[in-house]
């Protein structure tokens, strides 16, 4: 199933025939009801257009408990004290317990009815006593309004993107920031080994990994051995070729069928979800036998850019994603710095509106002006974004190297 399929034809994929993808599109488009239920405690996520057509899921109540399990006894808590000794996942060297006074930062994109931010909120809705202790922050505020929001509230644990992290890792070090965390997660973008060195060296805590998404929100946990596991026992996740066939261990697929055994409301049965991933095996050290993964995520690069007094300001790539899909509604893209005060856009005329160019660039002009960016000239191209010449794996943030040019027909050389 691919997500363009399912979304054109929504209306006949859920078990719930009185639900109609009008209504919760009417729904979604108030942000004021993100993290209520829906009807009978339905939760509805909506996810980015990194496949060129954005997605809308809904859960059930079940489905939601189940998800709250596994975060709760693997993905998130794996150190908690009431777990037997023979649980399998039982770490050998548990990290710090949280414990209820503790806060929590959870740094995300809050422009809309996006997985994690939801979740936050329904938790803090459903349990009035945590919504003190746990708050999410706007990933897009400029780095230093950030950084003072951060500070001000003073959290033992943080999770967010790794760009997000690496960032804040930066000013952590240069002493404009001084968290003192018990420990990070970090998920929805790749986790380079060098970036997660450089967050732990940083903030003086360990990091762990996770892998989810809107249509299974925790597909893989990060055990203490640095290994992410599947939680095969709820979701089956497939690993296969261009031709949809299993690929071997050790061998990156193409992409990944997932199929969710927890959600009865929007049945997904080996759905595409088009990440690349690497089934590695199961003979783990820390005990599990689930299935243990590489994933290759989002790897949009930060992008360094300077001011009209050529003061170095840098831009996580969820962000600027953000701003081109949320506010633009623009989804087919390529956003690559040319020089240091200089971005080309690029958008495919085949797959966008013919307005969608310089709606792009005027979106993309008033939000970098709010990060003190105002200076930086926009070059929109009408050209599909190009793929890596040997993965074919399509970058949309690039921090092209400055000695490179664009020729007239838009390629790098």
């Not at 059930?60 to 709250?68: E, G, K, N, P």
């Not at 708050?135 to 509230?153: E, I, N, T, V």
């Not at 002006?369 to 191209?381: A, D, R, Y």
Request: glycine share 6%.
């Amino acid at each position: 199933m691919e997500r363009a399929h399912a979304m054109a034809h929504f209306d006949d994929w859920l078990t719930d025939r009185t639900i109609r993808l009008a209504e919760l599109e009417t729904f979604v488009a108030d942000l004021t009801q993100v993290g209520e239920a829906f009807r009978d405690g339905y939760a509805i996520w909506t996810s980015s257009g990194t496949s060129g057509t954005p997605g809308l899921f809904i859960h059930d109540r079940v489905a939601l408990a189940r998800y709250d399990a596994l975060e709760l006894v693997r993905c998130n808590w794996p150190s908690w004290p009431i777990l037997p000794r023979w649980t399998p996942w039982w770490p050998h060297r548990p990290w710090p317990w949280p414990v209820p006074s503790d806060r929590y930062a959870v740094v995300c994109m809050t422009g809309g009815h996006f997985a994690t931010l939801a979740s936050v909120e329904r938790m803090r809705r459903s349990l009035p006593w945590l919504s003190s202790s746990l708050r999410a922050f706007d990933g897009m505020l400029p780095l230093p309004q950030l950084s003072a929001q951060l500070q001000a509230f003073d959290p033992h644990w943080l999770a967010g993107y790794p760009s997000s992290a690496d960032l804040l890792a930066d000013v952590q070090r240069s002493g404009q920031l001084s968290l003192h965390l018990k420990g990070l997660w970090t998920g929805g973008e790749t986790l380079e080994h060098s970036t997660r060195i450089r967050i732990e060296q940083s903030f003086n805590c360990r990091v762990r990994d996770d892998y989810g998404a809107s249509e299974f929100l925790p597909i893989a946990w990060e055990c203490l051995e640095g290994n992410l596991h599947v939680n095969e026992d709820w979701v089956i996740l497939e690993p296969v070729d261009q031709n949809l066939r299993a690929v071997a261990p050790g061998k990156a697929s193409h992409s990944v069928l997932l199929t969710n055994l927890a959600n009865h409301l929007q049945p997904l049965v080996r759905y595409n979800l088009g990440d690349r991933v690497t089934p590695l095996g199961r003979n783990c050290a820390c005990g599990s036998s689930f299935l243990t993964i590489r994933v290759e995520g989002r790897d949009d690069d930060i992008l360094e850019l300077e001011t009209a007094q050529c003061e170095r300001v840098r831009l996580s790539p969820l962000a600027l994603v953000t701003a081109l899909e949320d506010l633009a509604h623009v989804h087919a893209f390529q956003l690559i710095r040319c020089a240091p005060s200089a971005l080309e856009l690029r958008v495919d005329p085949q797959r966008e509106h013919p307005d969608a160019l310089q709606r792009g660039a005027a979106t993309l002009r008033q939000w970098l002006c709010g990060q003190g960016l105002s200076n930086i000239e926009i070059h929109p191209l009408a050209l599909a974004p190009a793929c890596h010449p040997r993965s074919g794996k399509l970058r949309r943030v690039l921090a092209r190297p400055l000695g490179s040019v664009t020729t007239p027909r838009g390629h790098a050389v």
